[in-house]
Nanobody, 117 residues
Framework: QVQLVESGGGLVQSGGSLRLSCVAS????????MGWYRQAPGKQRELVAI???????NYADSVNGRFTISRDNAKNMVYLQMNSLKPEDTAVYYC???????????WGQGTQVTVSS
């Protein structure tokens, strides 16, 4: 069964940068999209960014222009470069992989990002 493991979270000051990484293992070729979601305390999980096969991306309005999602398909990895971080970006960030052929999706365990003011 495919597992997703995130890394790169931590504590950063407002205006700083972090890069999140997520690897799906074992390597599979049925992933149709990989993305990042986040959940702040007391709030619902929300989409941050998603990158589909073929290169289509979608970003939440709140991060557009500050965050960049990228993938290394050969390694089944997805990255989230986060710049100009704000305290409101504080949340647990989850990696997600969507699979082809109606096989559903998988979630990582999450990584905490805390932005201090």
């Amino acid at each position: 069964q495919v597992q997703l493991v995130e890394s790169g979270g931590g504590l950063v000051q407002s205006g700083g940068s972090l890069r999140l990484s997520c690897v799906a293992s074992p390597i599979v070729y049925s992933i149709s999209a990989m993305g990042w979601y986040r959940q702040a305390p007391g709030k619902q999980r929300e989409l941050v960014a998603i990158l589909r096969n073929g290169g289509t991306t979608n970003y939440a309005d709140s991060v557009n222009g500050r965050f960049t999602i990228s993938r290394d398909n050969a390694k089944n990895m997805v990255y989230l470069q986060m710049n100009s971080l704000k305290p409101e970006d504080t949340a647990v960030y989850y990696c997600n992989a969507e699979f082809k052929y109606g096989l559903g999706s998988r979630w990582g365990q999450g990584t905490q990002v805390t932005v201090s003011s």
